[in-house]
């Protein structure tokens, strides 16, 4: 029971990973990571991550033509889990580039 919620959860945090691991998501995660002073405020940063990320995408669309290019946040299992997993990978996203700055500028 407990193994099968760790192995969901897992799921969750790969698959939001997958969905930020593209250029987009790697310089708004790198940026995040670089403004952020303390650990603790990665929860904010992932928030403002993944806004921006929507915003972006959003233009994007927007810009190639898209009759829609905002996302439907009424469409729970659609576009709404989509924005909370892409959430969880700017968490990790964050934190990997966080800690490698700490590393390499000792600060």
């Given at each position: 029971m407990a193994s099968?919620?760790?192995n969901q959860a897992l799921a969750l945090f790969?698959?939001?990973f997958d969905t930020v691991n593209s250029i987009q998501g790697l310089v708004i995660a790198l940026i995040a990571a670089f403004m952020m002073r303390q650990y603790k405020q990665?929860?904010?940063?992932?928030i403002v991550a993944t806004i921006v990320h929507?915003?972006?995408s959003?233009?994007?669309?927007?810009?190639?033509?898209?009759?829609s290019p905002?996302?439907?946040?009424?469409?729970i299992d659609g576009d709404l889990k989509l924005i909370g997993i892409r959430f969880l990978g700017y968490?990790?996203?964050?934190?990997v580039l966080y800690i490698v700055r700490r590393?390499?500028?000792n600060r």
């Open positions: 099968d919620i760790l790969q698959q939001g990665i929860l904010v940063w992932s929507e915003v972006v959003g233009v994007r669309r927007h810009l190639a033509g898209d009759a905002l996302p439907n946040l009424t469409d968490i990790i996203a964050i934190t590393m390499l500028m």
